[in-house]
C-alpha cells in the first residue's frame, strides 16, 4: 500500500534561515509527488509538482527515488510561509486508475522574526 | 469562476441529527473528491467519484454516504452524526491531465461540531 511520511508535526525556523520539510514515500509504482500548502483560514493549494522541477516562491523539492524521498526546502525562509505543508503522492484509485492523493499529515512550519 | 464551492461554512449538530454537505465545482472536472482534516491526522480521503456516475471508498468511508448528483457536485450526508467526526470537511476536483499537469482543486472547507 501506498503511504506518505511527514516525520515532523512541527517546525519552527527563525526568518532568513534555511527550511526543510521532510516527507519520504513508499510506493511500488513510479512515483508522482506534489507539495500542498495551507496558508491560515485558507483552502488548501499546489505549491509544487515534483515532475515540473519548478521553483515556487523560491521552494524547491528534489525526488530521490534511492531514498524514497520528496523533501522540500527554502534557503530563507519567510514570515510568510508560515503554513501547513502537505507531502501527497499520486495512485491507487480503483481500476488500476492513477487520480487519488494520498497525503502525509502535515508539518506546520512556523517562521519567527 | 468560482472554483469549488462549499455549503455550509460551519455547522453544529446534536449526535444523531443527521445532515448533509454540499460540493459543487465550475469547472468541468470529472473527479471530485471529499477529505477530513483532524489535527495530527493529516487529509484522510474519505470518499471519491472518478467520473459522474460512479463513487468509491477512501480510507475513512465508516459513518458516511456520498451522492454524485451530477457532473458538478458531490455531497458528502452524515446520517447519524458522532462525536468522531467532528472535524473540517474538504472537497476537492480534478480533472485527468496529461502527465506534469495533475492538481486538485480544493474548496474552503466546512467546519463540523458534533456535540
Known amino acids: 500500500a501506498q503511504r506518505v511520511t511527514q516525520p515532523e508535526k512541527l517546525l519552527s525556523v527563525f526568518k532568513g534561515a534555511p527550511v526543510e520539510l521532510k516527507c519520504n514515500y513508499s510506493?511500488?509504482?513510479?512515483?508522482?509527488l506534489f507539495w500542498y500548502v495551507q496558508y491560515s483560514r485558507q483552502r488548501l493549494q499546489l505549491l509544487l509538482r515534483?515532475?515540473s522541477r519548478e521553483s515556487i516562491k523560491g521552494f524547491t523539492a528534489d525526488l530521490n527515488k534511492g531514498e524514497t524521498s520528496f523533501h522540500l526546502k527554502k534557503p530563507f525562509a519567510q514570515e510568510e510561509d508560515s503554513a501547513m505543508y502537505y507531502c501527497?503522492?499520486?495512485?491507487?484509485?480503483?481500476?488500476?486508475?492513477?487520480?487519488?492523493?494520498?497525503f502525509g499529515k502535515g508539518t506546520l512550519l512556523t517562521v519567527n522574526p | 469562476n468560482a472554483g469549488v464551492t462549499q455549503t455550509p461554512k460551519f455547522q453544529v449538530l446534536k449526535t444523531g441529527q443527521s445532515m448533509t454537505l454540499q460540493c459543487a465545482q465550475d469547472?468541468?472536472?470529472?473527479?471530485m473528491y471529499w477529505y477530513r482534516q483532524d489535527p495530527g491526522m493529516g487529509l484522510r480521503l474519505i470518499y471519491y467519484?472518478?467520473?459522474?456516475?460512479?463513487?468509491d471508498k477512501g480510507e475513512v468511508p465508516n459513518g458516511y454516504n456520498v451522492s454524485r448528483l451530477n457532473k458538478r457536485e458531490f455531497s458528502l450526508r452524515l446520517e447519524s452524526a458522532a462525536p468522531s467526526q467532528t472535524s473540517v470537511y474538504f472537497c476537492?476536483?480534478?480533472?485527468?491531465?496529461?502527465?506534469?499537469?495533475?492538481?486538485?482543486?480544493f474548496g474552503p472547507g466546512t467546519r463540523l461540531t458534533v456535540t
Open positions: 476537492a476536483s480534478s480533472e485527468i491531465a496529461w502527465q506534469g499537469a495533475y492538481e486538485q482543486y
Open positions: 510506493y511500488s509504482g513510479s512515483p508522482e
Open positions: 515534483h515532475i
Open positions: 501527497a503522492l499520486l495512485g491507487g484509485g480503483s481500476g488500476g486508475s492513477n487520480y487519488k492523493l494520498t
Open positions: 469547472m468541468n472536472h470529472n473527479s
Open positions: 467519484s472518478a467520473s459522474e456516475g460512479t463513487t
